[in-house]
Nanobody, 116 residues
Framework: QVQLVESGGGLVQPGGSLRLSCAAS????????MSWYRQAPGKERELVAV????????TYADSVKGRFTISRDNAKNTVYLQMNNLKPEDTAVYYC?????????WGQGTQVTVSS
């Protein structure tokens, strides 16, 4: 059974940090491009970061460059999103995505709220 389970969300003050985890099961995520998306209330879902399956090179949205880091631990079949210097505009539901050929999997999302 294919599954992506996100965790690590929560409430944090501006300037704080969180690390999101995305645990994959039912498939080997090393062969997939793994991404983090987010969706704020009333807005469209947007790509935050992606890590390729070829050489693990990351790509980031301009809004998070220098603050967020995507990484993967193949032994744990898990992808992470380290988020530093969080801002109120980072508040959203964060989703993990795995993509390879015709396979396209999504997690259920984890809420991140940045507020004082």
């Amino acid at each position: 059974q294919v599954q992506l389970v996100e965790s690590g969300g929560g409430l944090v003050q501006p300037g704080g940090s969180l690390r999101l985890s995305c645990a994959a099961s039912g498939f080997y995520s090393r062969t997939y491009a793994m991404s983090w998306y987010r969706q704020a209330p009333g807005k469209e879902r947007e790509l935050v970061a992606v890590i390729t399956s070829v050489d693990d090179s990351p790509t980031y949205a301009d809004s998070v460059k220098g603050r967020f880091t995507i990484s993967r631990d193949n032994a744990k079949n898990t992808v992470y999103l380290q988020m530093n210097n969080l801002k109120p505009e980072d508040t959203a539901v964060y989703y993990c995505n795995a993509k390879w050929r015709m396979n396209d999997y999504w997690g259920q999302g984890t809420q991140v709220t940045v507020s004082s």
